[in-house]
Protein backbone atom coordinates (compact mmCIF):
# COMPACT_ATOMS: atom_id res chain seq x y z
CA UNK A 1 0.00 0.00 0.00
CA UNK A 2 2.75 2.16 0.85
CA UNK A 3 4.87 1.34 -1.91
CA UNK A 4 1.78 2.41 -4.16
CA UNK A 5 0.89 5.73 -2.82
CA UNK A 6 4.89 6.72 -2.41
CA UNK A 7 4.82 5.63 -6.64
CA UNK A 8 1.89 7.59 -7.63
CA UNK A 9 4.08 10.61 -5.00
CA UNK A 10 6.32 10.26 -7.21
CA UNK A 11 4.92 10.30 -10.74
CA UNK A 12 2.78 13.39 -10.01
CA UNK A 13 3.18 16.17 -12.17
CA UNK A 14 0.57 18.26 -10.13
CA UNK A 15 2.81 18.56 -6.84
CA UNK A 16 5.78 20.59 -6.88
CA UNK A 17 9.07 19.26 -5.96
CA UNK A 18 9.16 20.80 -2.71
CA UNK A 19 5.45 19.21 -1.57
CA UNK A 20 6.67 15.95 -3.02
CA UNK A 21 9.53 15.78 -1.09
CA UNK A 22 7.65 16.01 1.97
CA UNK A 23 4.64 13.79 1.12
CA UNK A 24 7.82 11.13 0.28
CA UNK A 25 9.07 11.93 3.79
CA UNK A 26 5.82 10.79 5.39
CA UNK A 27 5.15 7.77 3.93
CA UNK A 28 8.46 7.16 5.20
CA UNK A 29 6.98 8.21 8.64
CA UNK A 30 4.53 5.61 7.87
CA UNK A 31 6.51 2.70 7.12
CA UNK A 32 8.85 3.76 10.41
CA UNK A 33 5.61 3.25 12.26
CA UNK A 34 4.37 0.28 10.72
CA UNK A 35 6.97 -1.60 11.71
CA UNK A 36 5.75 -1.53 15.55
CA UNK A 37 2.07 -0.02 15.05
CA UNK A 38 1.44 -0.79 18.86
CA UNK A 39 3.56 1.45 20.40
CA UNK A 40 1.73 4.90 20.94
CA UNK A 41 4.28 7.31 19.77
CA UNK A 42 4.09 5.32 17.33
CA UNK A 43 0.22 5.88 16.72
CA UNK A 44 0.39 9.19 16.93
CA UNK A 45 3.81 9.67 14.72
CA UNK A 46 1.36 8.05 11.97
CA UNK A 47 -1.80 10.10 12.44
CA UNK A 48 0.33 12.90 11.83
CA UNK A 49 1.77 11.86 8.82
CA UNK A 50 -1.32 11.01 7.41
CA UNK A 51 -2.93 14.46 8.65
CA UNK A 52 -0.04 16.22 6.66
CA UNK A 53 -0.31 14.17 3.46
CA UNK A 54 -4.61 14.38 3.84
CA UNK A 55 -3.59 18.14 3.46
CA UNK A 56 -0.88 18.01 0.46
CA UNK A 57 -3.50 16.24 -1.84
CA UNK A 58 -5.74 18.61 -0.31
CA UNK A 59 -4.25 21.27 -3.04
CA UNK A 60 -4.22 19.42 -5.66
CA UNK A 61 -7.25 19.47 -8.36
CA UNK A 62 -9.14 16.64 -7.93
CA UNK A 63 -8.76 15.17 -10.53
CA UNK A 64 -4.99 14.27 -10.15
CA UNK A 65 -4.08 10.72 -10.04
CA UNK A 66 -2.00 10.72 -6.49
CA UNK A 67 -5.57 12.71 -5.41
CA UNK A 68 -7.38 9.62 -6.25
CA UNK A 69 -4.32 7.11 -5.36
CA UNK A 70 -4.53 9.42 -1.60
CA UNK A 71 -8.19 8.93 -1.31
CA UNK A 72 -8.23 5.16 -2.28
CA UNK A 73 -4.91 4.49 0.12
CA UNK A 74 -4.95 6.52 3.28
CA UNK A 75 -8.14 5.15 4.36
CA UNK A 76 -7.39 1.68 4.58
CA UNK A 77 -4.21 2.86 6.77
CA UNK A 78 -5.16 2.78 10.36
CA UNK A 79 -2.89 2.77 13.85
CA UNK A 80 -5.13 2.73 16.60
CA UNK A 81 -3.37 0.89 18.49
CA UNK A 82 -6.04 -1.80 19.07
CA UNK A 83 -7.09 -4.93 17.27
CA UNK A 84 -6.50 -3.25 13.94
CA UNK A 85 -2.28 -3.20 15.12
CA UNK A 86 -1.27 -6.32 13.61
CA UNK A 87 -2.92 -5.90 10.54
CA UNK A 88 -1.76 -2.08 10.23
CA UNK A 89 1.70 -3.29 9.36
CA UNK A 90 0.34 -5.91 7.11
CA UNK A 91 -1.77 -3.51 5.52
CA UNK A 92 1.11 -1.29 5.32
CA UNK A 93 3.01 -4.21 3.25
CA UNK A 94 0.31 -4.59 0.62
Known amino acids: MLTQLQEAISQSADLPD ?7 EQVK ?11 STKQKTAKTAITMLKG ?3 GLPAIASLVEAGNKLLPAISFD ?5 STARAN ?3
Request: proline letters at 3%.
Open 18 to 24: EEKAEAL
Open 29 to 39: TLAEAGKNPQE
Open 56 to 58: IFT
Open 81 to 85: GGTNA
Open 92 to 94: LLV
